[in-house]
Nanobody, 117 residues
Framework: QVQLVESGGGLVQPGGSLRLSCAAS????????MAWYRQARGKQRELVAT???????TYADSVKDRFTVSRDNAVNTAYLQMTSLKPEDTAVYYC???????????WGKGTLVTVSS
């Protein structure tokens, strides 16, 4: 069965750093484009960052130069390194996987990041 499991969320002060992980199982991980989304309270879910099978990356303007997305195919894991965190980064962060030419998106259950003093 396909499973994406996020970890690494928690409480951090403004200006701090946090690293999120997304462990994948049940898929041929190197064939999947991966993405991170987030949803803040009362807001729509938004795309934060993507990394393709070829390791091309994209970022939302709001996190560019602060967040870095990466992947390690050897351990079937995607990462989101977050630095210079702001209160507006507070959200539930979700991992997403999508294979080229497939209509199916796989989602993790999310991990909560709270940025507060």
């Amino acid at each position: 069965q396909v499973q994406l499991v996020e970890s690494g969320g928690g409480l951090v002060q403004p200006g701090g750093s946090l690293r999120l992980s997304c462990a994948a199982s049940g898929i041929i991980f190197p064939l999947y484009n991966m993405a991170w989304y987030r949803q803040a309270r009362g807001k729509q879910r938004e795309l934060v960052a993507t990394i393709t099978v070829s390791r091309s990356t994209t970022y939302a303007d709001s996190v560019k130069d602060r967040f870095t997305v990466s992947r390690d195919n050897a351990v079937n894991t995607a990462y989101l390194q977050m630095t210079s965190l702001k209160p507006e980064d507070t959200a539930v962060y979700y991992c997403n996987g999508h294979k080229r030419s497939s209509t199916t998106n796989y989602w993790g259950k999310g991990t909560l990041v709270t940025v507060s003093s």
